[in-house]
């Protein structure tokens, strides 16, 4: 019976692989590309922990010095710059009256903001029944830091009943807003505006039944935001 | 690795912009330092005292008692900062116990004492009225924290528009009843939407004349002053009166006093019958009244001058030194205007030294009430400034309500006229 004759090995068979010797074999592995070159360190990882340290303590250092400094700095909360509330930062002058239409009172009021940051004037209302009011334009209106904006006030008589024209303290109510604040401050404009007030309450009341309204009550105040 | 890489970049930015923000911090505050660091080492030599006038005691004397400490504050700021060069600030302090006869005798003993250059107070517009010409005929200057009367300042005649300077040595921080009564009567008809008032007062110089300017303001408006009457101030019982008021049919009370009798007549009108809300001006604002009207003061208004100190980042450091200095009692209603007041008189003294070449000058008293109309400064209550009848440019005065048991902002109003 023929059968498969075992390869012969040594001389005169045919020669195979070269084998490792007996303990020198190794599993083939794919070998990645060699890394490149890296720069050698400036510092260890010691020196670096070393400096960090030192820079740490440089910034605590500096940061007491400059509390033993200014005391009365880091004590107080409010920093220098903080922005004052609106009622502080705004200062409000009755320029004059200005032409208006009938029965209605116009004035110029001059809105100053003495703050380092943008003040809204969002609204302006005054208290008597029977007066409305409008500002002409658009509302709100932005007074930059250190700056003066003009606003124009409608005063719209509704009806004279309610609205005394012998009064020698009126007021306005504006509505302010900053960033750190929104409040509704009574801007009470002085002699002045009470004068001109009165007199243009008597021109629009006086020839009527004051206790007729001079005009129609419908027109509502004009929303302002 | 790369995390200890992150964290020495990190630190090397934070070294260098803190050390950049120092720089240029300390750049502004050197050269906003004013002089007082410069001068540290010349020692005070010249006694300069502030004198003050208050009711120390009494039934006044949780006002009076934080008059006293804010000028006895300021002083003590102007020396530690030895703001004045060559000068030492003391106070000397006197109780009128709110008693007009007993403030004449504090003018005329202030006067007397000649290291006195300028006064601070009184708390009292009855008091001041019998101090104002005491210290005029000496030229001491005054400087009153809280009188509120307009006739202190415009004369009797103001009310015609005749305004006349009564007095050159009178001056005040706290703005006056003109603005304060008819303020009050716009605020009560237009806003709170009363229009029938029972006006009661306490026939004091204070109480009589603001409950005057609020009912004609009140009137003018369109409201109705359904009754009048008049207390004494100590009264204990007030159950007529609020009967009247009951039966009157008013929808408030305007109440021209104190609080020491405010707080009972409140209490007093609810339990008669009388349900309606108690205004006054700022000789009720205080905590007494709350506690004296014994739980019935809730929804009581009151009107009071300046805004609320926690809306004044000028006031920060005056509360600050204040609770620093550990006053007992507390800086109250008129605490920062006393402290303004105390201060325009130091400005005034540091005018004079520095327009005497830098020596305190003998006549120092008349110096001080020269240069006192012209100080400006920014102080706990804002600018500082007199007008040509001593009264104060900085007049805003805030509506308080009781709620909740203690004194809250309603609103606030500015006079720009």
């Known amino acids: 019976m023929a059968g498969e004759r075992a390869p012969r090995s040594g001389p005169g068979g045919f020669l ?11 599993p083939l592995v794919l070998r990645p590309a060699p890394p490149p070159e890296r720069p050698p360190r400036l510092l260890s990882r010691r020196q670096k922990y070393l400096l960090a340290s030192f820079l740490l303590l440089l910034v605590l250092a500096l940061t007491v010095l400059r509390a033993a400094n200014y005391p009365e700095q880091a004590a107080n909360s409010p920093p220098p710059q903080a922005v004052p509330f609106p009622s502080q930062a705004a200062r ?67 009806d004279c009943s309610g609205a005394p ?61 | 690795m790369r995390k200890s890489s992150l964290l020495v970049v990190t630190i090397a930015v934070t070294a260098a912009l803190t050390l950049s923000a120092c720089g240029s911090r300390g750049g502004k505050s050197d050269s906003g330092a004013d002089n007082a660091g410069a001068n540290n080492g010349n020692g005070g030599s010249t006694k300069v005292v502030i004198g003050i006038d208050a009711p120390i005691s009494g039934s006044l004397s949780a006002l009076g008692l934080g008059i006293r400490n804010s000028v006895e504050l300021a002083t003590k700021q102007a020396n530690a900062k030895n703001y004045v060069p060559g000068v030492t600030f003391s106070i000397e302090a006197k109780d009128d116990q709110a008693n007009p006869t007993t403030g004449k005798q504090n003018a005329t003993a202030l006067v007397d004492s000649k ?13 001041s009225l019998t101090m104002q ?26 009310g015609s528009g005749k305004f006349t300077r009564q007095y050159q040595s009178y001056f005040r921080t706290a703005t006056t009843d003109v603005v304060q009564g008819k303020f009050a009567a716009q605020y009560l008809y237009n806003d709170a939407k009363k229009t029938k008032v029972y006006v009661i007062d306490d026939k004091k110089t204070y109480g009589a004349g603001l409950a005057a300017i609020f009912a004609d303001e009140f009137k003018r408006l369109g409201g109705t002053v359904v009754g009048t009457d008049h207390i004494n101030p100590g009264d204990k019982d007030f159950s007529a009166i609020a009967t009247k008021v009951a039966g009157a049919g008013a929808d408030s009370v305007y109440y021209g006093g104190e609080y020491p009798d405010a707080g009972p007549l409140s209490d ?35 009107t009071s001058v300046g805004v609320p100190v926690e809306e004044l980042d000028s006031a920060k450091e005056f509360v600050a030194n ?20 105390a201060w325009s008189i130091i400005e005034a003294v540091k005018a004079a030294v520095e327009h005497n070449g830098g020596k305190v000058p003998s006549d120092l008293r008349t110096k001080v009430l020269t240069e006192l109309g012209k100080v400006k400064f920014t102080g706990v209550t804002g600018p500082v400034a007199f007008d040509e009848y001593g009264d104060t440019t900085n007049k805003q005065l805030t509506v308080y309500s009781v709620q909740s048991g203690a004194w809250k902002k309603v609103k606030s109003g500015t006079y720009s006229g």
């Open chain 1, 165 to 225: 024209a012998d009064a020698t303290f009126p007021f306005l109510d504006v509505t302010l807003r900053n960033t750190r604040a929104m409040e509704t401050v009574s801007q009470i404009l002085g002699d002045s505006y009470a004068r001109d007030l009165s007199a243009a309450l008597h021109s629009a009341c006086d020839h009527t039944d004051n206790r007729t309204p001079a005009t129609s009550t419908e027109t509502p105040d004009k929303p302002v935001r």
């Open chain 1, 92 to 158: 409000f002058t009755y320029v004059g009256p200005v032409p208006g239409g009938p029965e209605t009172f116009a004035l110029e009021l001059a809105v100053h903001n003495t703050g380092p940051g943008p003040l809204d004037v969002l609204e302006v209302r005054q208290g008597y029944r029977g007066l409305t009011v409008l500002v002409p334009g658009w509302l709100p209106r932005t007074v930059p830091p250190g700056g003066t904006v003009s606003l124009r006030v409608d005063l719209r008589v509704t």
């Open chain 2, 115 to 127: 290291g006195v250059v300028g006064v601070v107070g009184p708390l009292n517009s009855s008091v």
């Open chain 2, 268 to 302: 007093q009108l609810k339990k008669g019958g009388a349900k309606v809300p108690l205004f006054g001006g700022d000789g009720i604002y205080d905590p007494e009244f709350v506690k004296l009207a014994n739980g019935n003061g809730e929804g009581d208004l009151a």
């Open chain 2, 133 to 158: 010409k005491v210290f005029d005929d000496a030229k001491l200057a005054q400087v009153s924290p809280a009188n509120t009367s307009p006739d202190l300042s415009l004369g009797p005649d103001w």
């Open chain 1, 16 to 26: 195979g692989p070269v084998e490792p010797g007996e303990g020198t074999w190794a």
């Open chain 2, 322 to 341: 204040y609770a620093a200095a550990g006053y007992k009692d507390p800086y109250a209603a008129y605490g920062g205007y006393s402290y303004d007041a």
